[in-house]
């Protein structure tokens, strides 16, 4: 919190919470853009919190001390994972991240957009540069204009849902565009 204030401007601290049931009745009755979210909490932990919020519109930055959680948090959709005691620098290329992409989201939200997690981290993607997703087993592979593919660790069903009625499940295997 200090940190954030004395180096921080644009950021604006504007709840504080120890424990994940609080934190998450705050989340549901505010509009957040940012979580700095830490391992160790009382009772739950930090990915609980995560949990209550499939869909979310705010970014999440690990601060912890446990190194062991770093892939968990990504696959969880943390834009960032940064390790105690931390680095100012660290944290200053973190708060960038975030920024860059809450005005990427801005910029785009007047389109149709799906947000996907990745082991190589986190794409907005337009539903117009998504050609065809093919299913294989729990995976699902995005084929995007310009020969881009991506593969996010969720069923087809999954996106099946989330992408609605622009898009048609013309096998087992595959949704088209």
């Given at each position: 919190e200090i940190l954030l204030n004395e180096n921080f401007k644009e950021i604006e601290i504007i709840g504080l919470f120890q424990n994940v049931e609080d934190a998450r009745r705050f989340i549901e009755n505010n509009t957040i853009d940012l979580v700095f979210l830490d391992i160790a909490m009382p009772i739950s932990d930090g990915f609980d919190l995560l949990n209550f919020f499939p869909k979310r519109i705010f970014q999440t930055i690990f601060v912890t001390a446990y190194e062991e959680f770093a892939i968990k948090a990504i696959r969880a959709g943390?834009?960032?994972?940064?390790?105690?005691?931390?680095?100012?620098e660290?944290?200053?290329?973190a708060i960038k991240k975030a920024i860059e992409l809450n005005l990427l989201q801005k910029d785009i939200s007047s389109k149709q957009t799906i947000t996907i997690t990745y082991e190589g981290g986190k794409s907005i993607l337009a539903f117009d540069e998504i050609i065809n997703l093919k299913?294989?087993?729990?995976?699902?592979?995005?084929?995007?204009t310009g020969n881009r593919t991506i593969v996010v660790s969720k069923t087809l069903k999954y996106y099946e849902n989330l992408l609605g009625n622009r898009f048609v499940r013309i096998h087992k295997s595959y949704i088209v565009n």
């Open positions: 943390a834009i960032d994972y940064i390790l105690k005691p931390f680095i100012l660290e944290l200053k290329i299913g294989l087993d729990n995976l699902s592979v995005f084929y995007l």
